[in-house]
C-alpha cells in the first residue's frame, strides 16, 4: 500500500480548494454522475476505433445507492476505470499549475462569480462537502487487477492494487455527522438532485433498479412534451440562492 498527500504540485491547498470552491452542499451529485458519464463516453470512444471490444449486450449505465443505517452513499459505473497510475497521477494531484499561479486563478474566479468546479477539473473533490471520508475503487479494461483509493479529506491518501471483477469505478461517500448531510440519505432527496443536475445524461440513472433520469434530450421531444415540462420547470431554482 502506498501513502500521499494529495498536492497541487508542492503544496497542499486542499483545505483553500474545499472553502473556495464548494459553497452549495449538493453539487457533489452533479459532480460524481457528470464524472460517471465522462467515463462511459470515453469507453465507447475506444470501441468506435476499435481499441476496445464491448460484449454486443453491454449496457451502459449509472448506480446510485444509499445506506442510512451505515451514512454511505455509492455512486457506480461501468466506464472505462482507471489504472493504478492513472489513479496516482489523476486523483492524487489535485491540479497540473503551479501552487501560487492556482490560488491567483481561484481567487479571480470567485470574484467573476464563475463556476470554478468544472473549469479547474476537480469535481471529484466535491466528495468531501459531505463526506469524511471518500473510497475509490475502479479497474480499467487494460489492467488484471483493480485500485482502491481512500482519503478522509485532510490531505493525505492511501492507494492499493486490490482485486476487482468488473470494469467501472464505484465512489462511496462515508458521510460527515450533522442534519445538514443525513438529508442525503432519504431517497426522495436523491432522486431530486439527479433530476435537478442530470436529468438529461444520455445515459440511464439507476436507484433501486429504477431509472430516475430522462436519457431523451428536451431538444428532440415534440411541442406537447416540452411545454408539459416547461410547465413542471425544468430546473426549480432556490430561493435560498436569490
Do not use: C
Amino acid at each position: 500500500m502506498k501513502k500521499g498527500n494529495l498536492s497541487i504540485h508542492s503544496e497542499n491547498l486542499f483545505p483553500i480548494i474545499k472553502k473556495w470552491l464548494y459553497s452549495d452542499h449538493d453539487i457533489f451529485v452533479r459532480e460524481l454522475v457528470s464524472n460517471a458519464t465522462d467515463a462511459i463516453t470515453k469507453l465507447k470512444k475506444l470501441a468506435l476505433i476499435g481499441e476496445f471490444n464491448a460484449p454486443e449486450d453491454e449496457k451502459y449505465s449509472v448506480q446510485v445507492e444509499i445506506s442510512p443505517s451505515q451514512k454511505v452513499i455509492t455512486i457506480t459505473d461501468n466506464g472505462i476505470g482507471m489504472t493504478y497510475d492513472e489513479v496516482d497521477e489523476n486523483i492524487g494531484t489535485i491540479a497540473k499549475s503551479g501552487s501560487k499561479v492556482f490560488k491567483e486563478q481561484l481567487e479571480a474566479a470567485k470574484k467573476a462569480d464563475i463556476d470554478i468546479i468544472g473549469q479547474f477539473g476537480v469535481g471529484f473533490y466535491s466528495a468531501f462537502i459531505v463526506a469524511d471520508k471518500v473510497t475509490l475503487e475502479t479497474r480499467s479494461p487494460y489492467s488484471e487487477n483493480g485500485v482502491r483509493w481512500v482519503s478522509s479529506g485532510d490531505g493525505n491518501y492511501e492507494i492499493e492494487e486490490i482485486s476487482k471483477e468488473n470494469r467501472g469505478t464505484e465512489i462511496t461517500l462515508h458521510l460527515k455527522d450533522g442534519e445538514e448531510y443525513s438529508e442525503f440519505l432519504e431517497e426522495w432527496k436523491i432522486k431530486d438532485l439527479v433530476k435537478k443536475y442530470s436529468n438529461y445524461i444520455r445515459y440511464e440513472i439507476y436507484f433501486k433498479d429504477e431509472v430516475i433520469n430522462s436519457t431523451k434530450p428536451i431538444w428532440k421531444r415534440d411541442k406537447k412534451e416540452l411545454k408539459e415540462i416547461l410547465g413542471k420547470n425544468v430546473y426549480k431554482r432556490d430561493p435560498k440562492e436569490d
